[in-house]
């Protein structure tokens, strides 16, 4: 059965500052990894998607996917008050359109 | 406006009860799925429709039965409501070609 890990947390930094939030993954041949951000008392919002190995930007936002290491993270730079929330990785299952979510990271980002 | 919307927002009811919640989405999507957050916020999938047809059916009472209308509703109907069925049950869409879900608002349910 899949497993997404995500053990640290939760995470606090200073206004300004990047924040990293990594996760691993049990699957080797998992093909598409998905970051949701998640304010207290809403529903999980799609903010980045990753596919192939390396970095993909947008915005303040990159996502890094190393499949030798089986491990995806998120970087945040110029980390704002309003990106404090859980951030929630997701790997897909090609087979049936399957996501299966960590338990996710709690960023708390201090003014 | 609203892209994928469930009601009711809220269900506060008794063991024993028999509930439904509906789901709706208006992005033309294919796929819908509902999911169970928990009180540690761990998010699990319980079920996925393709166009109106049941492909993920994960280890789930059967006392959970979802039914697909058409490929723009997924509803979840609970039997015989227990305690730990409390949750926040949320609605998803995605198109075919991805796995890119989005997510309704969330119904949170209370069973006393």
């Known amino acids: 059965q899949k497993e997404v890990e995500q053990n640290s947390g939760p995470l606090s930094v200073p206004e300004g500052a990047i924040a990293s939030l990594n996760c691993t993954y049990s699957d080797r041949g998992s093909q598409s990894f998905f970051w949701y951000r998640q304010y207290s008392g809403k529903s999980p919002e799609l903010i980045m998607s990753i596919y192939s190995n390396g970095d993909k930007e947008d915005g303040r936002f990159t996502a890094q996917l190393n499949k030798a290491s089986q491990y995806v993270s998120l970087l945040i730079r110029d980390s704002q008050p309003s990106d404090s929330a859980t951030y929630l990785c997701?790997?897909?299952?090609?087979?049936?359109?399957?996501?299966?979510f960590g338990k996710g990271i709690t960023l708390s980002v201090r003014p | 406006d609203t892209a994928v919307s469930q009601t009711p927002k809220y269900l506060v009811t008794q063991m024993g009860n028999d509930k439904s919640i509906k789901c709706e989405q208006n992005l033309g999507h294919d796929t819908m799925y509902w999911y169970k957050q928990d009180s540690k916020k761990f998010l699990k999938i319980m079920f996925s429709?393709?166009?109106?047809?049941?492909?993920i059916n994960e280890t789930v009472p059967n006392r959970f039965s979802p039914k697909s209308p058409d490929k723009a509703h997924l509803n979840l109907h609970i039997n015989s409501l227990e305690l730990g069925d409390s949750a926040v049950y949320f609605c998803?869409?995605?198109?075919?070609?991805?796995?890119?879900?989005?997510f309704g608002p969330g119904t949170r349910l209370t069973v006393t």
């Open positions: 997701a790997e897909g299952d090609g087979a049936n359109s399957k996501l299966t």
């Open positions: 998803a869409s995605s198109p075919n070609t991805t796995y890119e879900q989005y």
């Open positions: 429709y393709n166009n109106k047809e049941l492909i």
